[in-house]
């Protein structure tokens, strides 16, 4: 076992390699972390974020299942493995382990995120949405929420509301190019309803 101090380094280090993209090399610090304490359920979590940021969702979905194993009660284990669910399109999966987080930590803006998107896609359309407006409510600059809960509008073709929220985040973060293809696709939709209307008068 590492002495707590220099467990924490070795975390911190990991995390800090996952924000620069460097999800091998944070990979193999937490590796390293099991390789002393085969139960640290920190080391499995951060394994399963860095899998899941490569795209490798069965390898993430091992690391994430260990780490529940260990401590079914984590939000942030729960709350990840409902996101890999979420990327494979299992969304009765997803909303499962993402309702658990949900009880967890309450109120938690990126777990409600996730929520109301994959509720949204698994055919509650409005229970969706509501979830994710919550979402918003709790972190209203937040380009992720901003963006998911434009696509969900779009879809439910709430041009207007869609509208909005893209423009928002070009605001936030003006090179967003999928902001500004989706606030294209508005447009295109808002003019295309608009003759459809026309041509039926």
Same mark, same amino acid.
């Given at each position: 076992?590492?002495?707590?101090? *220099?467990?924490?380094?070795?975390?911190?280090?990991?995390?800090?390699?996952?924000?620069?993209?460097?999800?091998?090399?944070?990979?193999?610090?937490?590796?390293? /972390? #099991?390789?002393?304490?085969? *139960?640290?359920?920190?080391?499995?979590?951060?394994?399963?974020?860095?899998?899941?940021?490569?795209?490798?969702?069965?390898?993430?979905?091992?690391?994430?299942?260990?780490?529940?194993?260990? $401590?079914?009660?984590?939000?942030?284990?729960?709350?990840?493995? +409902?996101?890999?669910?979420?990327?494979?399109?299992?969304?009765?999966?997803?909303? *499962?382990?993402? *309702?658990?987080?949900?009880?967890?930590?309450?109120?938690?803006?990126? /777990? #409600?995120?996730?929520? +109301?998107?994959? /509720?949204?896609?698994?055919?509650?359309?409005?229970?969706?949405?509501?979830?994710?407006?919550?979402?918003? =409510?709790?972190?209203? =600059?937040?380009?992720?929420? #901003?963006?998911?809960?434009?696509?969900?509008?779009?879809?439910?073709?709430?041009?207007?509301?869609?509208? @909005?929220?893209?423009?928002?985040? #070009?605001?936030?973060?003006?090179?967003?190019?999928?902001?500004?293809?989706?606030? $294209?696709? @508005?447009?295109?939709?808002?003019?295309?309803?608009?003759?459809?209307?026309?041509?039926?008068?």
């Amino acid at each position: 076992m590492y002495p707590a101090e *220099e467990f924490n380094l070795l975390l911190k280090e990991a995390d800090k390699k996952k924000l620069q993209g460097e999800h091998i090399e944070a990979i193999k610090i937490c590796e390293q /972390i #099991l390789v002393n304490d085969l *139960e640290c359920v920190e080391a499995y979590e951060e394994i399963g974020d860095n899998y899941l940021s490569l795209r490798y969702y069965d390898k993430a979905k091992k690391a994430l299942n260990r780490s529940l194993q260990l $401590n079914p009660r984590s939000a942030n284990g729960n709350y990840l493995l +409902g996101f890999v669910f979420s990327a494979v399109g299992d969304w009765k999966r997803s909303i *499962e382990y993402l *309702e658990r987080a949900d009880e967890i930590e309450a109120n938690h803006p990126e /777990i #409600l995120r996730c929520l +109301g998107w994959s /509720i949204f896609h698994e055919g509650q359309r409005k229970r969706g949405i509501i979830i994710l407006e919550r979402a918003l =409510n709790l972190s209203q =600059n937040d380009p992720l929420i #901003l963006s998911d809960l434009g696509v969900c509008y779009l879809n439910d073709k709430n041009f207007e509301r869609a509208a @909005v929220l893209f423009k928002k985040v #070009l605001e936030i973060e003006p090179q967003n190019e999928k902001a500004r293809e989706c606030l $294209n696709a @508005v447009k295109f939709f808002q003019k295309e309803f608009k003759k459809l209307r026309n041509s039926k008068e």
